[in-house]
């Protein structure tokens, strides 16, 4: 009698233990997914960043050459 209390104890604990194994997988899937979003996100906003560069550096490189431009006109 008392065996077989002690292996429905220890079945309990090891449906207790896959239980809370299965739920960790379930909620680490859902991580890796949100961490996924969260790269694919920054991978544009770094897209989006480099864009702007760009175009900063185009407007200064407009602006110096009005500048000599005007500096020419000067002379």
């Not at 897209?47 to 110096?64: S, Y």
């Amino acid at each position: 009698m008392l065996d077989r209390a002690i292996v429905g104890l220890v079945l309990v604990a090891l449906l207790f233990g896959l239980t809370c194994f299965c739920m960790g997988v379930i909620k680490l899937r859902g991580l890796e997914q949100r961490v996924d979003l969260l790269n694919k996100q920054v991978e544009e906003v770094q897209k989006q960043t480099r864009i702007a560069r760009q175009d900063v550096d185009f407007i200064i490189r407009l602006t110096n050459d009005k500048l000599v431009g005007a500096e020419n006109e000067i002379e």
